[in-house]
């Protein structure tokens, strides 16, 4: 079964220094892979995705994430934090049943600091 | 525009009585989802459709109840047997099985 792991509940950065938020799954098949933005109160928006092909994948916002297969990681990145960019951050992983659903980590919350 | 809407966005509602949530899509999707989430518990699926007329319950969906009687809807209906109700419900669609996900903007339910 898959299953996803987000290290660091909270992470706190200041302002223009590199966002880093780790992801590591598991799964017993190639993973399609998926990072979401929670902000407040808010619903989830896909920042960017891995399904196959080229393992660093850019989305939007200015992150980007890398799939390595070898470290079952799928860690994201931003070189330089905004304040906008505190918020929620879930890592997901598909079920390849087709039943469809995402399996989501526990979320890490991103602090950025002036 | 395309998207997919809830509503209410709060919703307060005295312990016993039952609630529906709304959800409503015009993407065009063959899937919907709903999800519930609770402080630093993650996202956790009640139910989910893949097509018209037809549901298969998620990982708790004990206390809840869905209907896809139509392509663009998926209401969700918490039930007095559902024991800790509050919490933030978000509704979800995708074009097709294990694709990326499109949520709605949440509706936030208080049981008292």
């Known amino acids: 079964a898959q299953s996803v792991t987000q290290l660091g509940s909270h992470v706190s950065v200041s302002e223009g220094a590199l966002v880093l938020l780790r992801c590591n799954y598991s799964?017993?098949?190639?993973?399609?892979l998926f990072w979401y933005v929670q902000y407040p109160n808010q619903g989830l928006q896909l920042l960017l995705k891995?399904?196959?092909?080229?393992?660093l994948v850019k989305g939007i916002n200015g992150f980007e994430a890398e799939f390595k297969k070898s470290e079952t990681s799928f860690h994201l990145t931003k070189p330089s934090a905004h304040m906008s960019d505190a918020a929620e951050y879930f890592c997901a992983v598909s079920d390849h049943s087709n039943t469809g659903k995402l399996i989501f980590g526990q979320g890490t919350t991103l602090q950025v600091k002036p | 525009d395309g998207g997919i809407t809830q509503s209410p966005k709060y919703l307060f509602r005295k312990e016993g009585q039952n609630v529906t949530l709304s959800c409503e899509q015009n993407l065009n999707h063959d899937a919907m989802y709903w999800y519930r989430q609770d402080p630093g518990q993650g996202l956790r699926l009640i139910y989910y459709?893949?097509?018209?007329?037809?549901?298969q319950k998620g990982d708790i969906a004990e206390g809840y109840s869905v209907s896809r009687e139509k392509k663009e809807s998926f209401p969700l209906t918490v039930t007095s047997a559902q024991k800790n109700p509050t919490a933030f419900y978000l509704c979800?669609?995708?074009?097709?099985?294990?694709?990326?996900?499109?949520f709605g903007p949440g509706t936030r339910l208080t049981v008292t």
């Open positions: 891995y399904t196959t092909g080229a393992t």
């Open positions: 979800a669609s995708s074009i097709a099985a294990a694709t990326e996900q499109y």
């Open positions: 799964s017993s098949v190639p993973p399609y």
């Open positions: 459709s893949q097509i018209v007329n037809d549901f």
